[in-house]
């Protein structure tokens, strides 16, 4: 569901900047290594090449890079990866891989609180309560020049 949604989403920005979507930009897996060799092979049939990926895992995306790498590209020259969730190996890879940072510890933190509250009688959970966490773009050597 937000797969789908998401990118309605995407298509959406795109129109209104008066930008084309290419179906075959857009590639969606389960984020297991078992799957990069197709994703390498996807990026490498492209007829219009791309020139950056979102990857929605910083360990799937450190796959990525060490596969293109043995296939020649240069990160980033050729190709630009930013990953999600700034996880410890987004630091080790060479380069250093582009991240978003998103609290997800926090996030536990806070829902776990409000449970007990909740159980405890301290607040009453509705299904319309939000709770908005900070996520920032953490900029590394994988998208800079």
Known sequence: MYTRRGYRDLKIL???HRL???KTHF?????NPDDVESVTRHIANIKNPIDGLFVAS???AAHIMKALKK???KIPQDIKIVGFNNDPISELITPTL???NYPGYEMGVLAGQSVISHLNG???LQPTNAITLRHNLIKRESTLK
């Open 58 to 60: 910083d360990n799937f």
């Open 20 to 22: 084309d979507f290419d």
């Open 122 to 124: 301290g607040i009453n």
């Open 98 to 100: 582009t991240t978003i």
């Open 14 to 16: 795109l129109e209104k």
């Open 27 to 31: 590639l969606e897996t389960d984020l």
């Open 71 to 73: 296939e020649n590209y």
